[in-house]
T-cell receptor, first 112, second 114 residues
Framework: GENVEQHPSTLSVQEGDSAVIKCTYSDSASNYFPWYKQELGKRPQLIIDIRSNVGEKKDQRIAVTLNKTAKHFSLHITETQPEDSAVYFCAASSTGGFKTIFGAGTRLFVKA | DAGVIQSPRHEVTEMGQEVTLRCKPISGHDYLFWYRQTMMRGLELLIYFNNNVPIDDSGMPEDRFSAKMPNASFSTLKIQPSEPRDSAVYFC????????????FGPGTRLTVT
């Protein structure tokens, strides 16, 4: 069945450093790849997304890259700040069914 | 818009009892999703609806779980009978038509089954 693998499960960085989270997906029909941030005790919220017709998208300190051939996509956070500390989820879905498969999540710690 | 509304926010019940979780999606959204989140299993899709019709319920763990969407503004997730292993945070999310697009999550219901 469909699967999304996410690495690493935990990531600790110093404030100001960059953080990279990587995901792979199995369903070749996937064409929408959102990233959600979940702060402790809160709901997941979208921070950035990318569609299969684009290889890269950037929004201020956050960027996402997509390699459809390799079925890889990654989240890049530059100049990390303590408020970036949260759990980040990647996900993949397709137009055919809208079923969204989430990765297991990455717990990011940004040390001040 | 108030966003996705879920009730109750917290539920504590005893094993064997029936539990009903409620969700009101964002007005105009045609897709509604139910997720379960635990430390061990992460965020799992249980079932999703399109225009009030269940499309994929392959994530529903077993027959004790059932979900309905009687109209565009209301959905329920029922567990009967409940078991301690059902303890989790249950999220409802909705999404507009024409996507796939961002899913807007509700605040979640924290269920504890003792």
């Amino acid at each position: 069945g469909e699967n999304v693998e996410q690495h690493p499960s935990t990531l600790s960085v110093q404030e100001g450093d960059s953080a990279v989270i990587k995901c792979t997906y199995s369903d070749s029909a996937s064409n929408y790849f959102p990233w959600y941030k979940q702060e402790l005790g809160k709901r997941p919220q979208l921070i950035i997304d990318i569609r299969s017709n684009v290889g890269e998208k950037k929004d201020q300190r956050i960027a996402v890259t997509l390699n459809k051939t390799a079925k890889h996509f990654s989240l890049h956070i530059t100049e990390t700040q303590p408020e970036d500390s949260a759990v980040y989820f990647c996900a993949a879905s397709s137009t055919g069914g809208f079923k969204t498969i989430f990765g297991a999540g990455t717990r990011l710690f940004v040390k001040a | 818009d108030a966003g996705v509304i879920q009730s109750p926010r917290h539920e504590v019940t005893e094993m064997g009892q029936e539990v009903t979780l409620r969700c009101k999606p964002i007005s105009g959204h045609d897709y509604l999703f139910w997720y379960r989140q635990t430390m061990m299993r992460g965020l799992e899709l249980l079932i999703y609806f399109n225009n009030n019709v269940p499309i994929d319920d392959s994530g529903m763990p077993e027959d004790r779980f059932s979900a309905k969407m009687p109209n565009a503004s209301f959905s329920t997730l029922k567990i009967q009978p409940s078991e301690p292993r059902d303890s989790a945070v249950y999220f409802c999310a909705s999404s507009p038509v024409g996507g796939p697009y961002e899913q807007y999550f509700g605040p979640g219901t924290r269920l504890t089954v003792t």
